[in-house]
């Protein structure tokens, strides 16, 4: 309701459509950014309505998408917000505000895990756990975008069903819903032996089955089943951020010649001094652009839910933050 005045560098943007993200309060402690109030929703789309005097990249009427930076002090669920130019790129005309603004954060997660952290490109085998959900979706496609042959888990008859319906379909998809199928053969006899060359995982199971929950313990794969899955020179994409590798996890990636990367999708702008600012021009802003390209020319179909009235956003925001949304959460307004 009261805006400080546009600085040289800022975009006043009028939101059209804002998704709901999972907050990592444990990450945003260790950084000190830790509130008491913390502002929701980070990946916004709009039309910008004024800008600073330094700004070189918009002009009043554009259409925009972005995401907001880590330390925002601005919640995307607001009518207006004030961005920094940088976090902002020009959404196309044949994108609608819902899908830009659903997508660009899992496409961010996907490029950031298949194009920096393993290369992916043609002839090579993807291993996506858990592919019907949003990132997962996005994963696949930008995959076989880059000629690579994809095999995924689904969680359930439905998350199944979704997958095979895909415009390319997956390689194999295999259902571990009932817990009855070994992950690791399957992959290895999709490969004739040779395993898969990346893995993107949804979390994996630490520990034995009666150390965790049994639905928990059902879906996840033991880190040793990846381990025995990933091919000569694989790389591994784990979002588990607690990984502990054991002496002979490590001789057997070492043996493979194996690496282990960590999918932390906030890497480009965690940092506030120069050099976070320089990461993200450099590197984030075609990220962006090339998401938008994509979904433009319909070669990324996100999975989102239909558009959520702003009244209805406490709720659907508790869902988010309790990771019971299997479907990408937008408010529209």
């Keep these: ?96 505000w819902v899908e830009a603004a659903g997508t660009v954060r899992d496409g961010v997660r996907a490029y950031t895990a298949l194009h920096y952290l393993s ?70 006899e999709e490969t ?23 639905s928990k313990s059902q879906l996840l794969p033991h880190k040793h089943d990846i381990i025995t899955l990933l091919g000569v020179g694989g790389h591994w994409i784990t979002t588990e951020k607690n990984l502990q590798l054991d002496p002979p996890d490590s001789h057997s990636l070492f043996l493979k010649g194996a690496t282990v990367s960590f999918l932390n999708d906030e890497i480009w702008n965690l940092s506030n001094i120069q050099q976070g600012k320089y990461l993200y021009i450099l590197l984030m802003i075609p990220i962006l652009e090339d998401i938008m390209e994509k979904l433009s020319s319909s070669i990324f179909r996100p999975q989102l839910d239909e558009p959520i009235p702003l009244y209805e956003a406490k709720v659907s925001m508790e869902i988010v933050q309790k990771n019971q949304a299997r479907k990408r959460q937008v408010i529209q307004f």
């Design 192 to 214: 004739g032996g040779l395993g898969v060359d990346i893995v993107l995982d949804a979390g994996v199971k630490l520990y034995s089955a009666e150390d965790e929950s049994a």
């Design 119 to 188: 290369h992916v490109s043609p002839g090579k085998t993807v291993l996506v756990m858990d592919g019907a959900s949003p990132f997962g979706t996005i994963a696949i496609q930008l995959a076989q975008h880059r000629g690579a042959k994809v095999i995924s888990t689904a969680y359930s008859l439905e998350d199944k069903q979704y997958l095979e319906r895909l415009r390319l379909p997956v390689a194999r998809v295999i259902d571990v819903s009932n817990g009855k199928i070994d992950v690791a053969e399957s992959c290895l």
């Design 1 to 96: 309701e009261n805006l400080p005045p546009t600085r040289d560098n800022d975009v006043k943007v009028q939101v059209r459509a804002c998704a709901l993200s999972w907050i990592d309060t444990k990450l945003l402690s260790e950084i000190k950014l830790e509130k008491e109030l913390l502002p929701v929703g980070r990946e916004i789309s709009g039309v910008v309505l004024e800008v600073g005097r330094k700004v070189t990249f918009f002009q009043p009427d554009d259409e925009v998408v972005g995401i907001l930076p880590l330390d925002s002090e601005e919640s995307g669920l607001c009518e207006v917000v004030l961005v920094h130019e940088h976090y902002l790129v020009r959404k196309p005309e044949k994108v609608c």
